[in-house]
Antibody, heavy 116, light 112 residues
């Protein structure tokens, strides 16, 4: 059964880059046509779709974040990643990695706090 | 962006009674392929969201038959025919027609 699990720092300083990794188990990233993506949840903004990627490398981003976001896939490690640059307190949220479109498989989420 | 608006914000339901949640989109969610890209999720307390319904009215794998979805165009409804204790949580609609995918603000369902 396909599962995804987020990992990364829980605290990021303002203006720095948030980096998260999503490990995929129970299946191969390159062996499926799933979209692999990121969604975040905060009290102020609810559920916000960040972006996703196909194993081929085609990406789709939320225009509101596009200038700061990179989603990438590493098929050799069977994981995909999120980088969000120039973070502010508004980027504090629970970050989920997801698989599928619509997202059908969700990680448990990882809380990222932006604070000095 | 397509704006998704849910009502009510919260719902308190007696077990065994029905419940309905409304979701309205700012644009028609019908694709040229004939599918309507409206989805429903349930986020139980302390858990990640889980997919309940896809393309308006199709139940995802394992979803009980008491859940049903209806609607077209810009107006949609999720109905629980007889609410059970395990149905508590926050329900979200989501549109998948256009990037960015967008979610409604959520409807909190609790048991009386």
């Amino acid at each position: 059964q396909l599962q995804v699990q987020e990992s990364g720092p829980g605290l990021v300083k303002p203006s720095e880059t948030l980096s998260l990794t999503c490990n995929v188990s129970g299946g191969s990233i390159s062996g499926s046509d799933y979209y692999w993506g990121w969604i975040r949840q905060s009290p102020g903004k609810g559920l916000e779709w960040i972006g996703n990627i196909l194993y081929s490398g085609t990406t789709y981003y939320n225009p509101s974040l596009k200038s700061r976001v990179i989603v990438s896939v590493d098929t050799s490690k069977n994981h995909f990643s999120l980088k969000l640059s120039s973070v502010t307190a508004a980027d504090t949220a629970l970050y989920y990695c997801v698989a599928g479109s619509p997202p059908v498989i969700w990680g448990q989420g990882t809380l990222v706090t932006v604070s000095s | 962006d397509i704006v998704m608006t849910q009502t009510p914000l919260s719902l308190s339901v007696t077990p065994g009674q029905p419940a309905s949640i409304s979701c309205k989109s700012s644009q028609d969610l019908l694709h040229s392929d004939g599918k309507t890209y409206l989805f429903w999720y349930l986020q139980r307390p302390g858990q990640s969201p889980q997919l309940l319904m896809y393309e308006v009215s199709s139940r995802f794998s394992g979803v009980p038959e008491r859940f049903s979805g209806s609607g077209s165009g810009t107006e949609f409804t999720l109905t629980i025919s007889r609410v059970e204790a395990e149905d508590v949580g926050i329900y979200y609609c989501m549109q998948g027609l256009h990037v960015p995918l967008t979610f409604g603000g959520g409807t909190k369902v609790e048991i009386k």
